[in-house]
């Protein structure tokens, strides 16, 4: 049974950090692609960042030179170091994994950014 779980999230003041973790199990995560979505209520769920199997790293433009997206495949690990956070980065993070037709979800983690 494949499992993505999310950890990390929580409130945080403007101009903080957080980071978060995404731990995979049932899938050869070494030949996934691994991204992180976020979904704020009544909007379409959109791309943060993405890494590749090789390591390649692709981050919209909304969060570029704030969030860093990186992967321990012994640990099976997707990260989302997060800083300089803003009150529209608020949202539910989403792991995704993905490979060929295979497409993953992880259940989610609130992310609120208020003073």
């Known amino acids: 049974q494949v499992q993505l779980v999310e950890s990390g999230g929580g409130l945080v003041q403007p101009g903080g950090s957080l980071r978060l973790s995404c731990t995979a199990s049932?899938?050869?995560?070494?030949?996934?692609?691994m991204g992180w979505y976020r979904q704020t209520p009544g909007k379409q769920r959109e791309l943060v960042a993405t890494?590749?199997?090789?390591?390649?790293?692709n981050y919209a433009n909304s969060v570029k030179g704030r969030f860093t997206i990186s992967r321990d495949n012994a640990k099976k690990t997707v990260y989302l170091q997060m800083d300089s956070l803003e009150p529209e980065d608020t949202a539910v993070y989403y792991c995704?994994?993905?490979?060929?037709?295979?497409?993953?979800w992880g259940q989610g983690t609130h992310v609120t950014v208020s003073s």
């Open positions: 890494i590749t199997s090789g390591g390649n790293t």
């Open positions: 995704n994994a993905g490979w060929n037709v295979r497409n993953y």
């Open positions: 049932g899938i050869a995560f070494s030949f996934y692609a």
